[in-house]
T-cell receptor
Framework: QQPVQSPQAVILREGEDAVINCSSSKALYSVHWYRQKHGEAPVFLMILLKGGEQKGHDKISASFNEKKQQSSLYLTASQLSYSGTYFCGTEMGNTPLVFGKGTRLSVIA | GAVVSQHPSWVICKSGTSVKIECRSLDFQATTMFWYRQFPKQSLMLMAT?????????EQGVEKDKFLINHASLTLSTLTVTSAHPEDSSFYIC??????????????FGPGTRLTVL
């Protein structure tokens, strides 16, 4: 079952923050976040496994709610290099990842 | 992180011909590999799950006789697009998981293969 991502697209100025959401109608085993630049393969950002988990590195972090049905990706003080399409991939338990439709992020100077 | 390679990175072929795409896990053994297809401005759609030494599991709507998958070793899976048509033109991406020792790890993606069928 494909997770629902929102927003579909967002435009930011450098230094602004963004939140991308990913939700499922059922509890998930894990959620994975990827960023894809045009014409390239997705690049892994992070994985969340536990309900209530929050993790991050540098200015990109993510959370996974207690019910394990919703995850959010937080981009703070955005940089031009953050531009791309962000996908969440979800799984129910040792199953292939099912990806959301993606969120297109454009960071402008 | 683990490295997954794909070959070729791009290919142009004539309609009716077959194209083989290789996916290799370079520094780990992958008992399971996944094949995705991505059309422009769309999400990655899972085509099939490739298991070493057994038949692949195809997603609904994916023709197994058209998209032949072989996973002959723990480091190599191949996808052959048979009798390719222009509508098969897409970005094909493989991924693999390193499940050694029972630990859970992220899914590593190859760089993708862009197929254009004329």
């Amino acid at each position: 079952q494909q997770p629902v991502q929102s927003p579909q697209a967002v435009i930011l100025r450098e230094g602004e923050d963004a939140v991308i959401n990913c939700s499922s109608s059922k509890a998930l085993y894990s959620v994975h976040w990827y960023r894809q630049k045009h014409g390239e393969a997705p690049v892994f950002l992070m994985i969340l496994l536990k309900g209530g988990e929050q993790k991050g590195h540098d200015k990109i972090s993510a959370s996974f709610n207690e019910k394990k049905q919703q995850s959010s990706l937080y981009l703070t003080a955005s940089q031009l290099s953050y531009s791309g399409t962000y996908f969440c991939g979800t799984e129910m338990g040792n199953t292939p990842l099912v990806f959301g439709k993606g969120t297109r992020l454009s960071v402008i100077a | 992180g683990a490295v997954v390679s794909q070959h070729p990175s791009w290919v142009i072929c004539k309609s009716g011909t077959s194209v083989k795409i290789e996916c290799r896990s370079l520094d780990f053994q992958a008992t399971t590999m996944f094949w995705y297809r991505q059309f422009p401005k769309q999400s990655l759609m899972l085509m099939a799950t490739s298991n070493e030494g057994s038949k692949a599991t195809y997603e609904q709507g994916v023709e197994k006789d058209k998209f032949l998958i072989n996973h002959a070793s723990l480091t190599l899976s191949t996808l052959t697009v048979t009798s390719a048509h222009p509508e098969d033109s897409s970005f094909y991406i493989c991924s693999a998981r390193d499940l050694e020792g029972g630990s859970y790890n992220e899914q590593f993606f190859g760089p993708g293969t862009r197929l254009t069928v004329l």
